[in-house]
T-cell receptor
């Protein structure tokens, strides 16, 4: 039973380019959460999606960032026109249902470096 | 709004001894969950232990136990018989239905186990 998959594991982009981060949840999981970890800090919530729906995007920056979780395929976190401050580790987590105590299983993360 | 506070940026412990990592929380939700995650230097997030706000007993998972004191709003992690492999960052987190089950993390504690 494969865990949460994220790719790429490492991504280098120049300022102004676009970054696309992919997350495939565990089999049978329909809830996906994206978190960002800046250097030396804890993880911060960005967005919560279910298939074809954004449930909570209260942690997403207002501009340049978008997320989707289509009916088929992985969840995508898209960052347009990246800046140096976007350099961080981006984690996605999946859960079977939205449930208190329902464990969120984390992927290995994508380390984004903006040069 | 939820808030997690970890006041110990770093902790040291001798191998085979026990160590307590502090965590206090704040929330207005009556029903919530508390989590501890371990992040080794390789970067992945490893779930350790969960405590529900209505659970009567303190949670235990092998060498990990969660010292839950509801009135004090604290959820300290106790690691017994420390091992060298326990050296890592430890994050306390919480979620609640009112927050769409998204995890709010503390800033973490870096634990170093000395031989």
């Amino acid at each position: 039973n494969a865990g949460v998959m994220q790719n790429p594991r490492h991504l280098v982009r120049r300022r102004g380019q676009e970054a696309r981060l992919r997350c495939s949840p565990m089999k049978g999981h329909s809830h996906v959460y994206w978190y960002r970890q800046l250097p030396e800090e804890g993880l911060k919530f960005m967005v919560y999606l279910q298939k074809e729906n954004i449930i909570d995007e209260s942690g997403m920056p207002k501009e340049r960032f978008s997320a989707e979780f289509p009916k088929e395929g992985p969840s995508i976190l898209r960052i347009q026109q990246v800046v140096r401050g976007d350099s961080a580790a981006y984690f996605c987590a999946s859960s079977k249902i939205g449930l208190l105590g329902g464990e969120q299983y984390f992927g290995p993360g994508t380390r984004l470096t903006v040069t | 709004a939820q808030k997690i506070t970890q006041t110990q940026p770093g902790m040291f412990v001798q191998e085979k001894e026990a160590v307590t990592l502090d965590c206090t929380y704040d929330t207005s939700d009556p029903s919530y969950g508390l989590f501890w995650y371990k992040q080794p230097s390789s970067g992945e997030m490893i779930f350790l232990i969960y405590q529900g706000s209505y659970d009567q007993q303190n949670a235990t998972e092998g060498r990990y136990s969660l010292n839950f004191q509801k009135a004090r709003k604290s959820a300290n992690l106790v690691i017994s018989a420390s091992q060298l492999g326990d050296s890592a960052m430890y994050f306390c987190a919480m979620s609640s239905q009112g927050s769409n089950y998204k995890l709010t993390f503390g800033k973490g504690t870096l634990l170093t186990v000395n031989p």
